[in-house]
């Protein structure tokens, strides 16, 4: 098989191994992480006062959720129902 490398034929084909061998080398490389943030960082993630009247409240959050869960309990009871009461009364 060796023999076969040697003809001008396959060195397209060896080429394209190289470049995919020097792919794989570079994209194991490890990422940059900082161990702590600067003192910009740090403002940006300070909580702003003049942005809490905007903030929701989980109570309001949840009490919504719990409503939006029922109706559709509801909505999907009744369908079943109507599709029961449809096909028992066909004859």
């Known amino acids: 098989m060796a023999f076969l490398h040697n003809r001008p034929i396959f060195s397209?084909?060896?080429s394209h191994s190289q470049k995919t061998a020097d792919f794989l080398c570079e994209s194991r490389r490890g990422t940059h992480t900082e161990t702590a943030p600067g003192a910009r960082e740090k403002a940006l993630l300070a909580?702003?006062?003049a942005l809490d009247r905007f903030k929701s409240y989980?109570?309001?959050v949840k009490r919504v959720k719990k409503?939006?869960?029922v109706l559709t309990v509801v909505v999907v009871a009744g369908c079943c129902y109507e599709l029961?009461?449809?096909a028992t009364t066909r004859k």
Do not use: E, F, N, Q
């Open 47 to 49: 909580p702003d006062p």
């Open 84 to 86: 029961y009461v449809r």
């Open 67 to 69: 409503i939006g869960d």
């Open 12 to 14: 397209p084909l060896r």
């Open 58 to 60: 989980k109570k309001s």
